[in-house]
């Protein structure tokens, strides 16, 4: 069994800045890539940024603003989030391609999605 527990979300001003994290914790035999996710109020999830093996992939509304980050000895994901703005506003959610045990193959998982909330 593997969980994703995330955490920094809350309520900022239009220009200011947040840390989310997220940790994987279980059985976990290796992680192949660790990204962020959101859902805003009325509109359908849509991948924020990815990490595999080190190569970077953000959404273009975030580029050069948000950074992700990666730590796999602690099998976990961060993703830095600058000059933050009213549209940036929803639920973040962690996602994980995780193998759990050899001789399985990997397998998706989520979190439960922490709020952030952008306004002033």
């Known amino acids: 069994q593997v969980h994703l527990a995330e955490s920094g979300g809350g309520l900022v001003q239009p220009g200011e800045s947040l840390r989310l994290s997220c940790v994987a914790s279980?059985?976990?035999?290796?992680?192949?890539?660790m990204g962020w996710y959101r859902q805003a109020p009325g509109k359908q999830r849509e991948l924020v940024a990815n990490?595999?093996?080190?190569?970077?992939d953000y959404a273009d509304s975030v580029k050069g603003r948000f950074t992700i980050s990666m730590d796999d000895a602690k099998n976990s994901v961060y993703l830095q989030m600058n000059s933050l703005k009213s549209e940036d506003t929803g639920v973040y959610y962690c996602h994980a391609d995780i193998v759990p045990a050899i001789p399985y193959p990997p397998s998706e998982y989520w979190g439960q999605g922490t709020l952030v909330t952008v306004s002033e």
């Open positions: 990490i595999f093996r080190g190569k970077t």
């Open positions: 279980g059985t976990i035999f290796g992680v192949n890539a």
